[in-house]
């Protein structure tokens, strides 16, 4: 796999003012700028602070507090919530915590989680994929290995065929994890090349799920998938941050 590492932060969605400074606070809580149990500055000493209105503050601590990153009540004011309230898997989140060095612990849990739920999805998928589930894998397989995963286009293809799969196990409960799923392999994969190119193809890896899944093969399907992410895992920098105390 050759190329030049992407951009270390995630190409910056067009934001309101709103989101913008959401984005702000969000990245200061999951870092750790902000412990649990902190509060923000009041709507009127924020806003003055950022030199914006009072209602794209609000609308801010709002999105925050969606994520569950925040708890505002009247009266009281905008308290940081501990880790366990946050909504972990929301896109938004995920991209924030990946803007610096993620806690190694945190990053290790996220493989856990991708791992039991996309090995078993794996499994699943080999048993109940249709013809055009295999196409649309083919297809994201033939685009990872004509892009790589060093461009916007070989990450797209990679996702799609990591949706596919979701898709394939036809279980709707499943399927609605692919948002969280997603999040997680876009973060991480650009993560891994922030500061140099992947010094190992997966695409291999990705070829031996998909052929086991094309065989019906629900046992090999789920041990390879298993072994692509466990590969991940190994290829993606330990945080420097590892000894950070966690928030519980």
Do not use: C
Not at 127 to 155: V, W
Not at 190 to 210: E, G
Not at 223 to 244: G, V
């Amino acid at each position: 796999m050759t190329g030049q590492p992407p951009s270390a932060q995630t190409p910056t969605r067009a934001l309101r003012l709103h989101g913008t400074i959401a984005r702000k606070l969000g990245i200061a809580i999951v870092s750790g700028q902000y412990k649990p149990g902190d509060l923000l500055n009041s709507e009127i000493a924020a806003s003055e602070q950022l030199a914006v209105s009072r209602t794209a503050y609000r609308e801010a601590v709002r999105i925050l507090a969606a994520k569950g990153l925040v708890d505002a009540r009247p009266k009281v004011g905008t308290r940081i919530n501990p880790q366990s309230k946050w909504n972990l898997l929301d896109p938004d989140v995920l991209e924030w915590t990946f803007e610096s060095e993620p806690d190694l612990a945190l990053l290790n849990s996220l493989f856990e989680l991708r791992n039991m739920v996309e090995s078993a999805a794996a499994g699943l998928a080999a048993t109940r994929r249709s013809a055009a589930h295999l196409k649309a894998m083919r297809a994201a397989l033939d685009g990872m290995a004509e892009y790589t995963l060093a461009t916007p286009e070989g990450r797209q293809a990679d996702l799609d065929f990591h949706t596919t799969l979701l898709e394939a196990t036809d279980n709707p409960f499943i399927i609605s994890l692919t948002s969280g799923v997603s999040a997680a392999i876009s973060t991480t994969t650009i993560f891994k090349q922030r500061k140099r190119p992947l010094r190992r193809d997966p695409l291999p890896d990705h070829l031996r799920v998909f052929t086991a899944i094309a065989a019906k093969d629900a046992a090999k399907a789920q041990k390879a998938m298993s072994e692509l992410i466990e590969l991940a895992r190994a290829d993606t920098p330990s945080s420097r941050r590892s000894d950070r105390r966690r928030v519980e």
